[in-house]
């Protein structure tokens, strides 16, 4: 025997699913920015290690050589 869905029925399974969905988005986009700061933070380190080996680099050339 097969029961007919109300209209009151559907119309709750569909802010259901569109609830799900509105979730999911936000997830995926949660997502996305994590692996974006992971990316950024990983560059900027690695910048910041090369900015100080250029810094020392310069000091380095900049003390005379003590015998």
Do not use: Y
């Amino acid at each position: 025997m097969t029961e007919s869905v109300s209209h009151v029925e559907q119309q709750v399974q569909a802010r259901i699913a569109a609830a799900r969905a509105r979730i999911q988005a936000a997830k995926e986009r949660r997502d996305s920015l994590a692996q974006a700061r992971k990316r950024g933070l990983a560059h900027r380190h690695a910048r910041k290690l090369r900015n100080l080996a250029e810094s020392d680099r310069r000091a380095a050339e900049r003390m005379p050589d003590e015998p």
